[in-house]
């Protein structure tokens, strides 16, 4: 039965969310549908990626092989694909535009692409597109799955929903304190999403994104990414392109690793997004060099023209 009366519940928000794929709460469990929904028997992927994704699909039986990228984040995969095999395609930075991308699912037709870098990118109607909120915004899950030519609803699919009222302490803590006094916390829940089975959005997720600003976080975004490309893009070995409100200003030089640990003693934190990306672990070494030594540079909402100019201000400092 209904509960009527009592005391005040979280508000309610009536808008609209960004995209409009189907909502589930996150992107491994988005991508592990999918395979599903396509009768997919293996997957390839990336070697520069995070290793959440093969734990992922380890511990959900699913088979897999990887695969090498060049230093412009293109796929150095020549094999044909079985109609039961898919190809990864993480757009790494969101550094890969509609007509690179385009021009993968030509050369490959079974493509999966991983928007997690690219949450503003619109899908093109032809090729399967993940996206996910947590890299974006302030929320504690959440992700996107934009299934090619695929009319249906989410009810027509049989999963339950999320809960995620005990996945906002690092958030709630870090608005009103420091996020050193949270990191724990964090990675806390970080950890949860390694077990956590594809799920149905939760309710608290979807009514928080019904509330943000999405165009003016496209502003902001894009605003701090000229800002550090003016100053950075000289001595950049990434040229780095911007998209529509971008994940980073990625930073690739000569002795990143050695620059992200000095600028930790300022309390700016950059962080190694592919730690496991190591020799040891199969990559290149010019994959290798990539992970340890671009930074990803925060364009995010909560980062000011000041804040950007103090990061640009210590990099120089660092890198002279």
């Known amino acids: 039965m209904k509960e009527i009366g ?5 508000e309610r928000f009536n808008g609209e969310h960004y995209q409009k794929g189907l909502p589930l709460n996150t992107g491994r469990g988005a991508i592990l549908i999918l395979l599903r929904m396509l009768n997919a028997k293996k997957i390839y992927i990336p070697y520069y990626l995070c290793d959440s994704i093969k734990n992922y699909l380890q511990t959900n039986d699913f088979a897999y092989e990887f695969y090498h990228i060049n230093r412009d984040f293109f796929p150095l995969f020549e094999r044909d694909l079985k109609n039961d095999e898919y190809l990864l395609i993480v757009n790494i930075y969101g550094q890969l535009s509609s007509t690179d991308i385009a021009n993968i699912k030509k050369k490959y037709n079974n493509i999966i692409l991983d928007n997690t870098h690219a949450f503003f990118e619109l899908p093109q109607p032809n090729i399967h597109t993940v996206y996910s909120c947590r890299k974006f915004f302030g929320v504690p ?3 996107y799955l934009h299934i090619a030519n695929f009319s249906h609803t989410l009810n027509t699919i049989s999963l339950a929903e999320d809960k995620s009222l ?3 302490n690092h958030l709630l803590g870090r608005f009103e304190e420091s996020a050193s006094e949270h990191y724990s916390e964090f990675l806390n829940t970080e950890s949860i999403f390694a077990s956590l089975p594809p799920l149905k959005m939760s309710k608290l997720t979807s ?15 894009n605003n701090n990414f000229e800002r550090y490309a003016k100053a950075l893009a000289p001595t950049n070995l990434i040229d780095a392109r911007m998209l529509n409100g971008p994940f980073c200003y990625p930073y690739r030089i000569k002795n990143g690793a050695q620059i992200r640990q000095s600028l930790i003693e300022k309390k700016i934190y950059i962080p190694i997004l592919w730690p496991n990306v190591t020799k040891s672990y199969g990559a290149s070494d010019e994959e290798f060099d990539m992970a340890q030594n671009t930074l990803p540079l925060p364009v995010g909402q909560g980062v ?13 400092d660092l890198h002279a």
């Open 207 to 221: 009514n928080l994104l019904n509330i943000i600003d999405y165009a003016h976080i496209l502003k902001i975004r």
């Open 6 to 10: 009592g005391y005040m519940q979280f």
């Open 304 to 316: 000011s023209f000041e804040d950007i100019d103090l990061i640009i201000e210590a990099l120089q």
């Open 141 to 143: 899950d959440g992700a």
């Open 166 to 168: 005990n996945r906002f």
